[in-house]
């Protein structure tokens, strides 16, 4: 079991041949395609072109990985929302950065599928000291949804009776599941994101109905 905590997975350091991100990017490909339990050091070593015994000059074994895999997963779709919301104007409305951190949502989803289809896919499965390993990522991404949401319903953009916990869980949770149809040769993410923020900001009941 790793002892490392979660900053320490993430900044280990960069190895001069990019044998740590070999590693990692073998393992989530492995580890989307055949879940936790079916992907062995073995099958990693040899998806990176790697000796079996090399992998522990970077890693202390499968446990280490597959928390590094997870929480890059998360990380690179988090990065990636707060750098679109830092990019919006000073006066940028509720609307206009629900839309943004959406589009960055789902592009860095879709962009880094291995990553995040991995830690979408294999959550459950993996052992509990690695999920607890990984909450403090998740927390941290899920606070950015928090704030932003409570931001839109101090501003009176959200009905005032909705679940804000329930709201955020359907939203994350509904962009994630794109990971499991969204076809890129024939889909924009950008239209699929401006029809995302659409649907959760203005719902599909016309107000007449």
């Known amino acids: 079991m790793s002892t490392r905590s979660v ?10 041949d990019g044998g740590r991100e070999r590693i990692l990017a073998a393992a989530a490909r492995l580890f989307r395609e055949h879940g936790y339990a ?3 050091l073995r099958a990693i070593a040899g998806e990176a072109g790697m000796q079996g015994g090399s992998l522990y000059h970077h890693f202390r074994g499968k446990e280490d990985i597959v928390g590094a895999v997870l929480d890059l997963g998360i990380q690179r779709v988090h990065a990636a929302v707060e750098a679109a919301l830092a990019e919006l104007p000073t006066d940028a409305g509720i609307r206009e950065s629900m839309h943004a951190a959406v589009a960055a949502h789902l592009e ?10 991995a ?3 294999i959550f459950g499965q993996v052992p509990p000291a690695v999920q607890e390993g990984n909450k403090a990522v ?3 991404y899920e606070k950015l949804w928090a704030d932003l ?6 501003h009176g953009t959200l009905r005032p009776d909705l ?3 329930l709201v955020r869980r359907a939203l994350i949770g509904a962009l994630n599941a794109t990971l499991e ?3 890129r040769e024939n889909m924009d993410p950008r239209h699929l994101a401006a029809a995302y923020a659409d649907l959760f900001l203005n719902g599909i009941v016309e107000e007449s109905a």
């Open 163 to 165: 679940d804000l916990r």
């Open 119 to 121: 830690n979408v896919r």
């Open 149 to 154: 949401l409570d931001r839109a319903a101090d």
């Open 38 to 40: 079916a992907v062995s």
């Open 108 to 117: 860095a989803l879709l962009s880094h599928s291995d990553y995040t289809s």
């Open 138 to 140: 998740r927390r941290a």
């Open 181 to 183: 149809w969204f076809d």
């Open 7 to 16: 900053p320490d997975r993430i900044a280990a350091g960069t190895s001069p």
